[in-house]
């Protein structure tokens, strides 16, 4: 088969590859499209300590060749039997296992799930690792309820278009931050009320605050812990993924006991987020946001792509 793998000094390659062997209990998937994830970036450039060549890629959608039906991946391996976190084996797809930016995947059963009819390739494969995501970010760390305000920090990734979209549905208040006004603007189309522009206004946790503050932040930067909580109302619930920020933060730690905040750590989702993120899509007519879709053999463009200017998923075809 046909796959981009990841080589020593960052490289990705477009290269035959022996097609994968399903063990048993799995099943092998002939991939429609695959779609990338800043977690692809890592993986390329060696912060995870995996063996390779590795093929990266943890989203795609396909067709089951035995049976012939079609499916999405659900990229969160071996979660294990709590909800509160993943078991100490858990994994994400795309490292170390081989991951979907191929043709032919083998994987558990249980990772496979129909593809949403309404969906399109491209939209299916680009859901299930960001979408999850701001699932459990949302409702099972978060709590959001229908009536609350929540801001979602940096519209225009991936996770952030999902977040939006999923609080909306729920019936939150959505507020956003950019370092774009056409991002923000583009964020509102999606539901969202308004949004602040951080690159023009060096105070935005007060702007955040004169908007009412909210009761849920979604923090993927990292480095912006002291100005979630800063946005967040008496009692509010901040949670944290990712760090594209940077990974150490500084905490006053007076004002964070006296405001009764949380702050919650999230990551990927468990098969009953899973479950829940495809209940709400069923109910809902809004689609993933699809920014660009590349050949797979252009993999390495897409990656630039994925590190400049861009708004919602991109996407590879195969």
Not at 101 to 125: H, M
Not at 138 to 167: H, I, Y
Not at 254 to 273: K, N, V, W
Request: charged fraction near 20%.
């Amino acid at each position: 088969m046909h796959a981009v793998c990841v080589h020593e000094g960052a490289e990705l390659r477009f290269e035959e590859v022996p097609d994968p062997e399903p063990a048993p209990g799995e099943v092998l998937v002939e991939l429609r499209c695959a779609a990338l994830n800043r977690r692809d970036l890592l993986v390329r450039r060696g912060v995870y300590p995996f063996l390779l060549p590795l093929i990266p890629g943890s989203d795609g959608a396909g067709v089951r060749r035995d049976t012939g039906e079609e499916v999405v991946i659900l990229p969160s391996l071996g979660w294990g039997p709590g909800e509160a976190a993943p078991a100490p084996d858990h994994q994400i797809l795309g490292g170390p296992r081989d991951g979907t930016y191929a043709e032919l995947i083998a994987l558990p059963e249980g990772s496979l799930y129909p593809k949403p009819a309404s969906l399109s390739w491209e939209e299916a494969a680009a859901f299930p690792l960001a979408a999850l995501t701001a699932y459990r970010a949302l409702f099972t760390r978060g709590g959001l309820r229908a009536g609350e305000t929540v801001l979602v920090l940096g519209a225009g990734s991936g996770v952030s278009t999902f977040a939006v979209q999923l609080a909306v549905q729920a019936g939150a208040r959505v507020l956003v931050t950019s370092s774009s006004d056409e991002k923000i603007e583009r964020a509102r189309e999606l539901g969202a009320e308004t949004g602040v522009n951080y690159a023009t206004m060096a105070e935005w946790p007060a702007a955040v605050k004169a908007l009412g503050g909210a009761d849920v932040v979604v923090d993927s930067v990292g480095s912006t812990w002291q100005e979630s909580l800063e946005c967040a109302r008496p009692g509010g619930r901040v949670v944290v993924f990712g760090a594209t920020g940077g990974t150490e933060v500084q905490l006053q730690v007076r004002p964070f006991y006296f405001g009764q905040f949380s702050l919650l750590g999230t990551l990927m989702g468990s098969p009953r987020d899973f479950d829940g993120l495809l209940r709400m899509m069923a109910e809902s007519s809004w689609r993933p946001v699809i920014d660009s879709v590349f050949p797979l053999v252009e993999a390495a463009a897409a990656h630039e792509r994925l590190e400049g200017d861009h708004f919602g998923k991109i996407v590879l075809s195969i």
